[in-house]
């Protein structure tokens, strides 16, 4: 997490941002990790139960879990940040990413049109349900003035269908626990 933070803490200097904001800064962002730290870590016990039905984990597969669930959650924290804005006329992180960073939370957010037919023509082969929560994403991202994917070729493409998966994958083991 420490890695995670000297990023951010980096960022936020470059930014000329005052030392007490700065904190506040990198307090959210402590709890941001924690919680994908939280997140990949039921996702990675609830695939370990599956792979292995009826027994339970031992102390040291327990720890080989964690330790990579925390690194999965800061990678998608520094992913994140490679999100961030640096230029001071932007809004500020917390607001760049406040849609983006718990989409699939948002209840009120109605993806445009736009961004329904975007999702049927990058994914034409995925399930309604997936291209419904694609299209939730790639309106959040369009709200939040991130970067949407432009074609199925688009690296992009991939690392949003990527997040779809891990999403649906959560909700599928929270309702099956």
């Excluded at 890695?3 to 030392?19: D, K, S, V, Y």
């Excluded at 992913?79 to 406040?98: C, F, I, K, N, V």
């Excluded at 399930?127 to 991130?146: C, K, M, Q, S």
Aim: net charge negative; hydrophobic share 35%; aromatic share 4%.
């Amino acid at each position: 997490m420490l890695n995670a933070l000297e990023t951010l803490r980096g960022q936020l200097i470059e930014q000329e941002m005052p030392t007490d904001k700065i904190e506040q800064e990198l307090e959210a962002a402590e709890v941001q990790i924690a919680t994908l730290i939280t997140e990949h870590t039921h996702l990675l016990n609830a695939q370990w139960r599956r792979d292995h039905p009826g027994r339970q984990p031992t102390f040291p597969e327990l720890q080989k879990l964690h330790k990579r669930a925390r690194m999965m959650g800061e990678e998608v924290f520094l992913a994140q940040l490679t999100e961030m804005p640096t230029d001071r006329e932007e809004p500020e992180p917390e607001l760049q990413q406040s849609r983006t960073t718990n989409w699939w939370l948002d209840e009120t957010l109605e993806p445009s049109e736009q961004m329904q037919e975007l999702a049927d023509l990058l994914w034409p082969d995925r399930t309604v349900r997936f291209r419904v929560w694609a299209a939730d994403l790639l309106e959040a991202r369009r709200l939040d003035h991130l970067p949407v994917p432009s074609s199925p070729q688009d690296a992009l493409a991939g690392d949003v269908a990527d997040e779809v998966d891990r999403v649906l994958m959560t909700i599928s083991s929270q309702s099956s626990t």
